[in-house]
Structures are given as C-alpha cells and as structure tokens.
C-alpha cells in the first residue's frame, strides 16, 4: 500500500484529549502509524460498553491503514488486578478466569469483526519491565517505598506533589483531586499518592505474587500500560486510547510515571463516549450490563456492529432494542440493493470494484474525527443513487454506485455480504469456501463452453459429493450446502 492514499484531499483531525479539541494528526513515522489502546481488566465477561469501546479503536485503525498503510496497534489485557482476585474461587484460580474470560473477549471482538491486534500483552507478561520503570522513578525521586514499618510495608507510590505537572490531562490540580482509592492510606506521603507495587496480603494467593526489590508483590493497574506501551512501541508513539472513564485516574497516572521516567509517551489522547443506561455508565460494578453475548444471540454480528458504531464515538450512547432495529432496517436495505447490484453485474466488472477509492465526501466525514454518522450517510445516498440507476436500467452509475458503497462497507466493516459473517453465524472458513466453490463454478462453465460434458459433470459430482448443491439460473450458479 502507498503512503497517505487521501494525500491532496485534506488532512486527518482528530480530538485530541489533552488538548481538548481538534487537531490535526501527523504521525511520527509515516509509514508506521503507533497505537496504544486500554485493553479489558478480564475479571467477568464484555459488556457492550467494552465492545463499543473496542469497535472504536478499530475504526480508527482501519481509518489510519486506510490512509497510512501499516499501523501498529496493541491492546493489552489486564489479566492481574484486585477484581480479577476479588473474583476468583477456589475451584477456578485467578488465571483460569483471566484466561476464561480473555476468550470470552477475544469472542465476542472478533464476532462482531474486530481485527485483532497487532499485539495482546498480558500484563503479567511484562513484569520485569514494570519492575525496572518502577525503579527509574525511584531512582529520580518520583516514587517511594512505603516505609518498612508501617501496614503498607511492600507496597511502592508514585509521589504526586514530585511531578509538577501532575493533573496536567484532566486540568486539574492536585488539591482537588479526591484520594486514590487503590491503595493503603497509612504507608503515603499525600493521600492521593498512588499504588506501583502492591506487597502481596497474607489472603492473597501465593501465585499471585512475583519477587521485586520491595518484596513478593504485584503491580499497580496503572505502571501496567506505562510499561507495556513503552515495551511494545517505544517511548513515543503516536495515540493513547480509551474509554472516557479511563481519564482520570488511570490515564492521568500513566501520563505522570510515563513523563516522570523521561518518555515522550503518547502524542495524541483519543477517548470514546460510554455506552450508558440511564444516563449511567454501562459498568459490571453498578450490575446494569447487557452482556455482548446476549446481544449477538438475538442479533446477527453485522448488526450489532453496525448499531455500535452508527453514533458518533465521542457522543454518550443509550443503548435500546430502537437502535439495534433501526441498524438492523439499514443493513437489509444496504444488503438489498448489494444483491440487486450483484445479479446484474458482470465478472469482467468486479475489477472496477476492487480498484475504486471511496468517494470524497466519504473521507472528508471520516477526517473529520472519524465522521462515520455522515460517513454512513454517504453510504445510504450512494444505496438510493444506486437503486434509481437499476430501475432505470443505467448499468454504468449502477456500477459505480455499487462499487462506492463496496469500498465504503470494507472500511467500516459493515459489509452485510461479507463471507465473514458466514450468512451469520460462519467464521472466516466460509470465505475459503466461498473461494473454492467459486473457483469450481468457473471451471464448470468453461467445460461446458466447450462442450465439454464429462469435466462439467466430474465437477458438479464432485462438488455434490461435498454436500454443496448448485443451482444455474439466468444470473449466475448460486452455491449452498445441502
Ligand atoms: N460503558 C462503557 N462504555 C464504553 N466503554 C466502556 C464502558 N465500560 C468500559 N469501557 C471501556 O472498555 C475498556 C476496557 O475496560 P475495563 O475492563 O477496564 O472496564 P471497566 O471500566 O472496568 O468496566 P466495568 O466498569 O464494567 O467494570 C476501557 O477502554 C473502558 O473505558
Ligand atoms: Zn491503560
């Protein structure tokens, strides 16, 4: 892929947190874009509000190979933590949750077409290089040890009132800043000091603690991403995401060890809206969740995915059983005018399709903070365009409408034709088969062109035998399995 396909047509503007508004995106390295995204605390299963979390970063990945070709993007999984202990039985240890979990997300993201990372550190992977940030800060006077005689003893904080520019993401100063809740008051300096190491608690599980300079313990939340961003793209890389919930204080605290040990860190702070009920924050602690998998059991993954991100990213989102028929009308009516458009095109044009670059207005919504509400209504405009072409029997528009909304759903990753959604319910081996069964198709109309009956019946036998059945009719063979 080239560099900077949209190069002409304006440049990419993004909200940038920190900043508190727009700016435009210029990467450090062109043609590796970096991306650090707070991955799942993996204690129960995904909510939507995780799924919608994920669903846009993958926008703005997809928006950035789109433009930039290659992006590295890592999103880590918090696989050790207070809930994730909180939440383990003696019948399923701490690890076996995390895993069980990690799987139930690594599900449900890919169910509704999330790529997957480029990288998926397990923060207890990346425990010595939290060990060793810790020791920089407090090598330079940013973090302490708790002293050996108090309760906190094992215990290491970052020391807030040392980094003057602490509070600098959220605007705040440190005297308004209520206290850190995560960790022991009695062994800090300032009561909003927070926690890089816990010392490991006598009803704590034995294999829940690794040996440091402080004693057998384990790390805080926070040191997590500063030191697996750090391991996995370097000092400075070019955006941080999240969930908004995720600004203060765990990206706060990240930005502060992360500054206080000399990295540049992240150049850009991007932050999605929450997924809400009632105006609150769809959260497994206040228990009023609905479970991805009981979404994707009563709707088809397309549609899920589609309602997630037809809000803006940034804007609150109230999910109802409103927003989920209305993506469900919209996909139909895409999906509609696709097949329309299919039966009427020919092979010879699918070359137009696939080298087609989606219209401007198109890229100008999604460089405009990832527009994709605007982006998906140039996608309905090009639906109707294109439905008035076919009625009027104007194969040329038609086919240049169709191919727009083809380039414009593979960005998106809505595609309701896609073989990954396997006619809703199949993985990727049903595009394999789709490939292969098609191959076989073509092979039969060129024996038969030829007359040559005993190929084109060793074929159809021979695809019948693996339980497929073909059926011709004027528009093509259409294939399913018996
Ligand atoms: N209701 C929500 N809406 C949008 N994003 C969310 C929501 N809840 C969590 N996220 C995001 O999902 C990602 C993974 O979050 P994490 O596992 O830390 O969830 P959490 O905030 O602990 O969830 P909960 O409050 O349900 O326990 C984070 O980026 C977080 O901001
Ligand atoms: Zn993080």
């Not at 890592?74 to 909180?86: M, S």
């Not at 704590?204 to 040191?223: F, K, L, M, N, Q």
């Not at 997924?275 to 602690?285: F, L, Y």
């Not at 292969?436 to 019948?464: N, S, Y």
Request: hydrophobic share 45%; aromatic share 8%; net charge negative.
């Amino acid at each position: 892929m080239t560099i900077d396909q949209t190069a002409g047509t304006g440049s990419l503007q993004l909200h940038d947190s920190r900043a508190q508004m727009l700016r435009e995106f210029v990467p450090l390295d062109p043609a590796n874009v970096t991306v650090y995204v707070c991955g799942p605390t993996v204690q129960s299963g995904p909510h939507i509000g995780h799924l919608r979390a994920a669903l846009a970063f993958d926008i703005l990945r997809r928006w950035l190979a789109h433009r930039y070709g290659r992006v590295t993007f890592v999103r880590n999984v918090t696989d050790i933590d207070d809930k994730v202990l909180a939440n383990a039985t003696d019948a399923e240890p701490w690890w076996a949750l995390a895993y069980r979990m990690e799987r139930e997300f690594t599900a449900a993201y890919e169910g509704i077409g999330i790529l997957a990372p480029t990288y998926e550190p397990r923060a207890t992977a990346s425990i010595p290089q939290m060990i060793a940030l810790i020791e920089e800060l407090i090598a330079e006077g940013h973090a302490y040890a708790a002293p050996a005689d108090s309760v906190a003893a094992g215990d290491v904080y970052f020391d807030v009132r040392s980094w003057a520019a602490y509070g600098e993401l959220t605007r705040q100063s440190i005297d308004d800043m209520e206290p850190a809740a995560d960790a022991e008051p009695r062994g800090k300096r300032d009561p909003r000091d927070f926690a890089l190491w816990k010392g490991t608690k006598s009803d704590e599980p034995a294999d829940a603690a690794w040996d440091s300079p402080w004693g057998r313990g384990r790390p805080g939340w926070h040191i997590e991403c500063s030191a697996m961003s750090r391991r996995y793209l370097g000092p400075e890389f070019d955006i941080h995401g999240g969930g908004l919930d995720l600004r203060f204080p765990h990206h706060e605290n990240e930005l502060a060890q992360s500054s206080a040990a000399g990295d540049a860190f992240a150049r850009y702070w991007v932050h999605n809206g929450l997924v809400t009920v009632d105006g609150q924050k769809m959260s497994k602690s206040l228990g009023n969740f609905v479970l991805a998998s009981d979404v994707l059991a009563e709707r088809a993954p397309v549609v899920v995915r589609y309602a997630l991100l037809a809000a803006h990213y940034r804007s609150s989102l109230d999910v109802s059983n409103k927003a989920f028929d209305e993506a469900e009308a919209a996909i139909e009516r895409i999906r509609a005018f696709l097949e329309r458009a299919l039966r009427t095109l020919r092979d010879a044009d699918r070359d137009t399709i696939i080298h087609a670059a989606p219209p401007a207005r198109f890229v100008a919504a999604m460089d405009d903070d990832l527009g994709v509400p605007q982006a998906l209504g140039v996608v309905h405009e090009r639906v109707r365009e294109g439905n008035s072409a076919l009625d009027a029997e104007n194969a040329s528009a038609a086919l240049t409408a169709f191919a727009d909304v083809a380039v414009m759903l593979g960005i998106l990753g809505v595609d309701p034709l896609d073989p990954q959604w396997g006619g809703g319910g199949g993985g990727p081996e049903i595009g394999a088969l789709d490939t292969l069964v098609r191959t076989m198709i073509e092979q039969r109309a060129r024996a038969r062109e030829t007359k040559d009956w005993a190929t084109a019946d060793r074929i159809r036998d021979a695809v019948a035998a693996a339980g497929i059945t073909l059926e011709d009719t004027p528009h093509g063979t259409h294939w399913s399995l018996s």
